[in-house]
């Protein structure tokens, strides 16, 4: 039995002990102690006295605008920085409204001549800052909609047609949460902007804290082979697995760990 096998073994009878866990895997106590420690960092399984257990649920939901733009602040800028440095002169970028990738823009400088196309009010305001400090060049394209007042964002058929009349160099989206398979968000509206965003971009860019991983939400709205890179703030998180997955998929995987 293989250790893929032995999670699904969890899953189903909700606890293994760490003796049985050596047992049939034939290898140590000490092995086993470790790999729980890891799979427990990523999320996969939850480490109790004696074993490991099945964590109970995957669903992630979405905070409010501020909380989300207070959690995971380290992790978020590490993750921006990185971003940031995709983005080169006279591109054509599409944004959407995640805090994620207002990060993205926070960190950006000194790029020339590049149009951002964004329904986020927040990264707007961002760009005009940057623009107006000279800090860098460039258009802004607000897209229209209604307005979602809570999260500073503008939604609706308006938005998400308009983005057909656009194609992106590269594009940058959040999500709420992802699995092997399926990318996730917890706002319909939220979703359908970033599902139509990656179909109109020739390179698509996914940003996901590891908290988000082997997690998923309300609304799915695109598989991982949909995007191109994938953007992550530790490579403890990113389990063999998923990085077997994105290899297949040929999603380029970035650790912001890897470069620190």
Partial sequence: MNFSEKIKQIRQQRFLSQEAFAKELGVSDETVRRDINTLAERNMLKKVHGGAEAIH????????????????????????IRAAMMIEDNMV???????????????????????FVTNSIPIAMILIHKIESGDISGKIVMIGGEIETKNRFSKGAIATDLLDRFRFD?????CTAL???????????????SARLIANSQKSVLIAQSDKLYKHSLYRFASLSDV???IVDDIVSVSPELSSV????????IAVSDTN
């Fill in 179 to 193: 699995t092997m398979e399926s990318i996730f968000s917890y706002s319909l509206d939220e979703c359908a902007y």
């Fill in 228 to 230: 191109d890179v994938l």
């Fill in 57 to 80: 649920t995957s669903f992630r939901r979405d905070t409010d605008y501020i909380s989300r733009l207070r959690h995971h602040q380290k992790q978020k800028n590490s993750i921006g």
């Fill in 246 to 253: 994105l290899s297949k998929e040929n999603v380029e995987l």
């Fill in 93 to 115: 970028v599409g944004l959407d409204c995640g805090v994620s990738v207002q990060s993205v823009v926070s960190a950006l400088s000194g790029v020339k001549n590049v149009i």
């Fill in 170 to 174: 590269i594009s940058f989206v959040s």
